[in-house]
């Protein structure tokens, strides 16, 4: 509830309303519930193609290409997109949200809690495609999660919060390998034993 946020050089909390918009541009986010972030009575391509008419381009066959390559880039069926959230799984769900945030071409995608609500193998998929993305696009994910092996696997860099104040921050791998501060070594301890030793070997 105090403090500055920056980004590309500029505080946030003094922009005037055109820079406000520039920057909701630049970072989008992937919400924590498939089931509940979509508009169920819109289409997918509605749901996707939203930002693209909140950010003005008027041209309506840029905007069909736009939507058919994101949803391209995120493995889902083109024949989908006639759909509602309703005839989806979750997983699919998760893919219409991140193809809705990346249409902006934005530099950093906030992702909250972005695979918790899912089954452990469908967590696994989409992961796997948020990697991809991340290579493929440049992206800087700002990662807001409980689950220290997503950590482990997707984060470069952690700050770990408790009750709201940093504790710990530090590169991922250095940070899992020598906690400093009681409270990260407790949560470290409680990731169940053999995912560690999974890790371990990777």
Not at 59 to 77: F, G, H, I, M, S
Not at 114 to 140: F, R
Not at 180 to 188: A, C, S, V
């Amino acid at each position: 509830d105090k403090g500055d946020v920056m980004f590309d050089g500029r505080y946030l909390g003094s922009l005037a309303a055109a820079g406000q918009r520039e920057i909701r541009k630049k970072i989008q986010f992937v919400w924590q519930n498939p089931f509940a972030s979509l508009d169920p009575h819109q289409t997918l391509y509605s749901i996707i193609e939203e930002p693209l008419l909140n950010f003005d381009v008027p041209d309506k066959a840029e905007r069909r290409r736009r939507v058919e390559a994101v949803a391209r880039q995120v493995a889902l069926p083109l024949s989908l997109l006639t759909r509602r959230p309703s005839a989806l799984s979750g997983g699919q769900r998760q893919r219409v949200a991140i193809a809705r945030a990346l249409i902006l071409q934005p530099d950093v995608l906030v992702l909250d809690e972005a695979t918790s609500a899912l089954d452990a193998s469908v967590q696994a998929q989409i992961l796997e495609l948020l990697l991809t993305l991340q290579q493929k696009h440049h992206l800087t994910y700002l990662l807001i999660t409980h689950d220290l092996q997503v950590v482990r696997r997707v984060a470069h860099h952690v700050t770990v919060l408790r009750a709201g104040d940093i504790v710990e921050q530090g590169e991922t791998r250095a940070l899992f390998a020598q906690p400093k501060h009681d409270y990260t070594r407790e949560l470290i301890a409680a990731i169940p034993a053999r995912n560690l030793t999974q890790e371990a070997t990777e």
